[in-house]
């Protein structure tokens, strides 16, 4: 098993070094060994001499042809764990510096010990400490998991080539001898762990060089784009990919139906259902490519004095999911993420969700904020009608989603950061069942034109480092004198016969009889 001290140990020049040298060996073994392979026959040579000679030439041909295979796959792998070996040696300096950074050291197997006799100095903080220890703990785990892939790939590599293992033996030259050694994977890129976190997710993706993600990216674009925990830049060239790649598949689909369309007519009885099922389909498909069109438009085209645009998720399934950044949030002091409501998703409604982005990162920057971020975050399944968003279940679904993705935005993240939470509508629902049940990762919530968020009181949310007596002061609320959804969604009072009937929770902007107080953003009954 490879230790903390052996990948420090570990010379990546050294090995590049070796593979130029073995390349270079390789090319001259191919040029003399196809030379050889020219001598014989010999134009009228015959007799027991010549098939002796014969003989004897194809059986060091043989060898010429396993040993320039084995040579030119050992290169390459000496070269990729070269790579690879910074990618791994990265992530261990990073990871000394987050243990110095928060009183801890690593040792030579592995271990995390505080290098405090006493208490740590009061600047800090025990939550911090305990965040910083977690992190640490996958990283390290990962750093020696990657290490010990390396150690065995390219140990298996040097063993086959010793043992002749690689070539058939039966090329027709030399080169092609090479050229098959080229074609052994060498050393595999290390899978992320099963059912990682976020966290371990990152620690994964750090140990990795900048030549793998490359590959990854490029092979793998769907998982790499959905992974949370990865670095913002990274996500957004995966997501570019798969953006583009279902963006030519719907139009193929909406190509298809419209041929199928012109060779019926909606007159006719026997094909006037199939008519207009093709056509809700049809509208569907219309919906989301202009989505994607207008995602596409900020993605490639801001405004002058617009910050750039990242994609961090793009799924056409369903009603569509779509997640784009306005600045880069991995490295923002003040991140926030907007949660759409009702008709959200990957449809024509995303240039006003990403408009309200815009416009909440436009007046943070007048107000003052250092650096900011603001995320459209439509990942999840939204109703799609008033009379889909009275039932939970849509919000019940989103949790996991939404406690993942804010668990990766602080993976992600380098340096301090200040996180708020937005619901619109529908979306107030999802973050208030989020925080009610699986708690969230945030500094504030703000509820805006909420039907209601799944508690009576914010003292049933839970905000991550917020002690529980104090939630109330990091949530908000705030409604339009004229919005009619709290009303449609909240009834309460003994003079309509019934009592406390909410199907989304109170209207934490509410009054009276139908609502709730606002003191110091918490959520209150009256009289409570």
């Given at each position: 098993?490879?230790?903390?001290a ?12 070796i ?9 001259v ?14 134009e ?7 098939d002796n000679?014969a ?6 041909m043989r060898?010429l ?28 300096k ?8 928060y ?41 020696l ?21 690689f ?6 030259t ?9 074609k ?9 762990p099963?059912?990682a ?8 993706w ?9 590959i990854?990216?490029?092979d ?17 060239r995966?997501?570019?990919i ?27 009885p ?12 049809l ?10 069109d207008?995602?596409?438009?900020r993605?490639?085209h801001a405004?002058?004095?617009q910050?750039?645009?990242?994609l ?23 991140v ?7 008709t959200?998703?990957l ?10 982005s ?5 007046m ?14 439509a ?11 009275a ?9 996991p989603?939404?406690r ?27 973050v ?13 919530l ?5 039907p209601?968020?799944?508690?009576d009181h ?10 529980q ?7 908000y609320?705030t ?5 009619p ?9 003994p ?6 009937i ?25 009289g409570?």
């Open positions: 098993m490879v230790s903390l052996d990948i420090r140990a570990w010379n990546h020049g050294a090995l590049d070094e593979c130029s040298l073995l390349q270079a060996r390789t090319q073994l191919v040029n003399e060994g196809d030379d050889y392979g020219k001598a014989l026959p010999v009228g040579w015959t007799g027991p001499a010549a000679a003989g004897q030439h194809r059986a060091l060898q042809d396993t040993i320039a295979a084995g040579a030119a796959a050992l290169g390459k792998a000496i070269g990729q764990a070269a790579d690879a070996i910074i990618g791994v040696q990265s992530a261990l990073n990871a000394d510096e987050l243990a110095r950074k009183g801890f050291a690593l040792t030579a197997d592995g271990a995390i010990v505080c290098f405090y006799a006493g208490r740590p100095p009061p600047e800090l903080h025990p939550q911090d400490r305990a965040r910083a220890q977690t992190q640490l703990t996958d990283e390290v785990a990962q750093i998991r990657t290490a010990n892939d390396i150690d065995v790939d390219l140990a298996s590599v040097l063993d086959r080539a010793a043992a002749g293992q070539g058939t033996g039966d090329e027709s030399i080169a092609a001898a090479a050229a098959d050694g080229e052994d994977p060498g050393l595999t890129l290390p899978e992320p099963p059912n976190t976020p966290s371990q997710n990152a620690a994964w750090a140990t990795i060089s900048a030549a793998g993600r490359g990854l990216i490029r793998r674009p769907g998982e790499i784009g959905a992974m949370n925990g990865l670095p913002t830049a990274d996500r957004d995966a997501n570019r798969v953006l583009d790649r279902d963006y030519q598949e719907l139009q193929r689909q909406r190509d298809d139906i419209r041929h199928r369309l012109d060779g019926m007519k909606r007159s006719d026997q094909q006037q259902e199939e008519y207009i099922s093709l056509e809700r389909q509208d569907a498909l219309n919906s989301k490519i202009t989505g994607m207008q995602i596409k438009n993605l490639d405004l002058p004095g910050p750039p645009a990242f961090l998720g793009i799924d056409p399934a369903n009603s569509g999911h779509a997640i784009v950044a306005i600045g880069d949030p991995d490295h923002a002091a003040n926030a993420t907007y949660v759409p409501g009702t959200a998703g449809n024509d409604g995303m240039a006003t969700d990403i408009y309200r815009d416009a909440m990162m436009h943070a920057t007048q107000m003052g904020s250092p650096s900011t971020s603001v995320i459209t975050w990942g999840y399944d939204a109703p799609q009608s008033l009379a889909d968003a039932s939970t279940g849509y919000a019940d679904k989103a949790e989603s939404l993942r993705f804010q668990d990766g935005l602080g993976a992600a993240h380098q340096g301090p950061m200040n996180t708020t939470v937005v619901g619109h509508s529908y979306g107030t629902t999802v208030g069942q989020t925080a009610r049940d699986l708690g969230l990762p945030a500094d504030r703000v509820m805006v034109a909420s209601g968020v799944g508690v914010a003292d049933q949310l839970h905000l991550d480092g917020t002690p007596d104090q939630v109330g002061r990091h949530v609320s409604k339009s004198l004229t919005d959804i709290p009303v449609f969604t909240n009834f309460d009072g003079d309509i016969g019934l009592d406390n909410d199907p989304l929770g109170p209207d934490p902007q509410g009054s009276g009889k139908v609502g709730v107080e606002v003191r110091e953003g918490s959520l209150h009954r009256p409570n």
